[in-house]
C-alpha cells in the first residue's frame, strides 16, 4: 500500500503486540511473517458439491488468491451456503431459495466484518448467489468485486446441443407420451457435461451480465466459460483488480450508481434475460441506497430492443454468446493486460 493510502481496517486486527494472539492463531491456519505485513483480502466462495453451477469454484478460488499474492495482499477464503434452483424446484427445497439469497448477503457480511477485511472477492455461480454476492458488498462498501463462475458447456443428443432446458421440455414429452424412458434417460446424461450454471440466458447468466453492467463484475471476466482454459487467467486477474481497487480505494459506493442499475435494466431487456433481475435489482437497490422502482423496468424495457437471439426465448446458448463476442474482447484486451501483469 502506499503512503497515501488509507489505514487498513486489518490493522485493528492482526498490528501491534497486543494482537499476538490472533496472530498465533491465524498462523496455526497457514500464515507467516510476511502475510501480516499485507493487506487481509477476504475471498468469499459459494462452492457447493449440490449442482454444477458453483461445483468448480474451488479450483477457482486458488488462481483468485494465487492473483491477490502476486498484487501484494493475504487471500483468506470461507465459503457460504448456495441452493441450486435446477435442482429443487418442484419440490418442498425450492422454498428455500429466496432465503438462501439473504442468508448468503448476511454470512459474507458477517465474516468479513467480524475479520476487518480489507476488500473482498465474492465467487458465484448460480441464481441467488449473485445478487447475494452483489447485495453483501453494497453493504459493506469496501473495495470488492464479483467473479461468475461461467456458463455451463451445452451437451449434446443425437447429433445437436442441448440444454437442461431440453431436459425439462422432454419431460413434458414423456408425460405426454412421446418420449421414451430409455431416450429420456439419454437425454438427462448427456444434457449437463460439467461444471457451469445454465447455459441459457436464465437468472444466473442474465444476473452475471448484471454484474458487468454495474461494474462491480470486471467486464470480459464472467462470460468466460466454467470449464474455458481462459478461466484460471480470468481468476488470476481478478485478484490482481480487487487489490488495485484497494490501492485506488474504490468501493462499490462509486460503482453501483443509478445510472449503473439502469445501464443493467437495458442490458438485461436486451438479451431477453430473466424477470428474475426485477426482484434482485431492486434488493441490491436497496442495499446501495439508491431509489429504484418496479416502473423504472417498464420506462427502460419499453425502449429498449432485443438485440441477443439467447436461450430460453431463443437459439444461441450462453457460451455462444462468448464465442462470438466476447472471445475477441477476452484476446485483445484481457490476455495482453494479464500478461502485461506477468512481467
Request: proline fraction near 5%; aromatic fraction near 4%.
Amino acid at each position: 500500500m502506499s503512503e497515501s493510502s488509507p489505514k487498513l481496517r486489518s490493522s485493528a486486527l492482526i498490528g501491534g503486540a497486543s494482537r499476538a494472539g490472533a496472530r498465533a492463531m491465524l498462523r496455526a491456519c497457514g500464515l507467516k511473517d510476511d502475510d501480516f505485513k499485507k493487506p487481509l483480502i477476504g475471498v468469499a466462495n459459494t462452492w457447493i458439491e449440490i449442482g454444477p453451477c458453483n461445483y468448480h469454484l474451488r479450483e477457482l478460488a486458488e488462481h483468485v488468491k494465487a492473483g491477490i499474492r502476486k498484487a501484494g495482499g493475504t487471500p483468506l477464503e470461507f465459503n457460504t451456503v448456495s441452493i441450486s434452483d435446477g435442482i429443487t424446484m418442484g419440490t418442498e427445497g425450492m422454498k428455500a431459495s429466496l432465503i438462501s439469497r439473504e442468508v448468503i448477503a448476511d454470512s459474507i457480511e458477517l465474516v468479513t466484518r467480524g475479520n476487518l477485511f480489507d476488500a473482498l472477492v465474492v465467487l458465484v455461480g448460480c441464481d441467488k448467489t449473485i445478487p447475494g454476492g452483489i447485495m453483501a458488498l453494497a453493504r459493506l462498501d469496501i473495495p470488492g468485486l464479483i467473479l461468475y463462475g461461467g456458463s455451463i458447456a451445452p451437451g449434446e443428443f443425437e447429433g445437436h446441443p442441448v440444454t437442461i432446458q431440453d431436459v425439462y421440455e422432454a419431460i413434458g414429452s414423456h408425460s405426454s407420451g412421446k418420449m421414451s424412458d430409455a431416450r429420456l434417460l439419454e437425454l438427462e446424461k448427456s444434457a449437463c457435461p460439467g461444471a457451469g450454471a445454465c447455459g441459457g440466458q436464465f437468472t444466473a447468466n442474465t444476473m452475471a451480465l448484471v454484474t458487468e453492467f454495474l461494474g462491480i463484475g470486471p467486464m470480459g471476466l464472467s462470460g468466460v466459460p466454467a470449464t474455458n482454459q481462459g478461466k484460471a487467467a480470468a481468476g488470476e486477474l481478478a485478484g490482481e483488480m480487487v487489490m488495485d481497487l484497494l490501492r485506488r480505494n474504490i468501493s462499490p459506493s462509486k460503482i453501483i450508481t443509478k445510472t449503473a442499475i439502469e445501464n443493467a435494466i437495458a442490458g438485461v431487456a436486451a438479451t431477453g434475460g430473466s424477470t428474475n433481475s426485477v426482484l434482485h435489482l431492486l434488493a441490491i437497490a436497496n442495499e446501495a441506497k439508491l431509489p429504484l422502482s418496479i416502473d423504472d423496468f417498464d420506462r427502460i424495457s419499453s425502449k429498449t430492443p432485443i438485440i441477443a437471439d439467447l436461450k430460453p426465448g431463443g437459439r444461441f446458448v450462453a457460451t455462444d454468446l462468448f464465442a462470438l463476442d466476447q472471445l475477441q474482447f477476452w484476446q485483445h484486451f484481457v490476455l495482453p493486460t494479464y500478461i502485461q501483469h506477468q512481467r
